[in-house]
């Protein structure tokens, strides 16, 4: 068995509603410092974790989104979006706080279909 | 082959800690090994030694802790989540043990499948 | 790839994602609230039967029978139990749970 396996996040879940897309961001940064190949998919309400001009002020909440930014740091820099879902929610790449490679759904279907471990918050 | 689970909701509320005990029970009888249970998120809550189900209601937290001692399956949980929400040390379960996320991603390499069960 | 979904289609739209994405020739095992869709008569019936030539679906039966609807099984979902869980889990090469 390989120690360096495929790891994928799937996101499918807003942010701030509930703790999950930041609890899965810590998964993300400690896997990263595994060594491990990590990819990030946003699908369905994910996708709005992205969005650059987050105000969090108003809900005493930390605002965690630049958190996506740093990934690179830790060479993360594999973040597919869902076209379909991106689509729906009115949004475009440029609403994003990091860039990130738009997929539509077939082809991140098959993406996933390569990866050793799926992880989903 | 050596299975990996994650537990991401609390007992009682939702049914993926019902739900991840059955599978890991399955699994075991089925010849398979379950490496580690993973605890995180609200799942952390299943740790809590202070559980106090009534009478006629399955025990969970007990359950995950005979699985453990008969069977030798590592029951983690995650300690930034439990600390958020009170499982230390001093209320955690026999069989339970607190550490770092890093056992879950190592669960992702060393096992040969992970299983989620959350909300 | 297996795709585990526990989400009743009728206020989720997590089946009909997992659906729309998962890469043909999976196995969908529907646990917890997902079995209602597994149900004849449900409105996602005919949503369900027509993945069913893409990938092949498969109902946790103590969820559907804890649930009242052990007769209620439509045509072409294959019924498994916890063992059958993990066997699917096994002959797969990778699982994800659409959570």
């Known amino acids: 068995m390989s120690d360096n396996k495929k790891f994928m996040f799937v996101n499918r879940k807003a ?30 309400d994910g996708v709005y974790q992205l969005k650059k001009g987050m105000q969090t002020k108003g809900i005493e909440t930390k605002n965690f989104s630049p958190t996506y930014r740093a ?11 869902e076209k379909e879902a991106m689509e729906a929610r009115g949004l475009n790449e440029d609403d994003f706080i990091v860039g990130v490679t738009v997929l539509g759904r077939a082809e991140m279907g098959k993406l996933m279909d390569e990866q050793d471990v799926v992880l989903s918050f | 082959m050596k299975f990996g689970i994650v537990v991401n909701e609390g007992p009682y509320q939702h049914q993926a800690s019902d739900s991840a005990y059955l599978f890991a029970k399955a699994a075991i009888e089925s010849g398979h090994e379950v490496w580690r249970v993973f605890f995180y998120h609200d799942g952390v809550n299943n740790a809590s030694r202070l559980t106090e189900p009534p009478q006629d209601d399955r025990n969970i937290v007990n359950r995950w802790t005979k699985l453990a001692e008969e069977h030798k399956v590592d029951l983690v949980v995650c300690v930034a989540a439990a600390l958020r929400r009170g499982i230390k040390e001093e209320n955690l379960a026999q069989g339970f043990r607190i550490s770092g996320l890093g056992q879950l991603v190592e669960s992702g390499i060393k096992c040969d499948r992970l299983v989620t069960f959350g909300d | 790839m297996l795709h585990i979904v526990n989400k009743s289609p009728l206020t989720s739209n997590t089946l009909e994602s997992c659906l729309n994405t998962m890469a043909d020739g999976g196995d969908v095992l529907l646990i917890e609230d997902a079995v209602y869709a597994a149900t004849a008569g449900n409105a996602f019936e005919s949503k369900l039967t027509a993945a069913m030539g893409r990938c092949k679906v498969h109902v946790l039966t103590p969820d559907l029978e804890a649930r009242g ?31």
Do not use: H
């Open chain 1, 15 to 44: 942010p701030y509603g509930t703790i999950y897309a930041l609890e899965s961001l810590e998964v993300v940064l400690i896997t990263a410092a595994f060594d491990q190949d990590v990819s990030l998919a946003f699908l369905d």
């Open chain 1, 71 to 81: 990934l690179e740091d830790y060479d993360v820099e594999k973040l597919y979006v």
């Open chain 3, 69 to 99: 609807l052990g007769d209620r099984l439509m045509a072409g979902v294959a019924s498994v139990d916890y063992a059958g869980f993990v066997g699917l889990t096994a002959s797969n090469k990778n699982c994800q749970s659409w959570l």
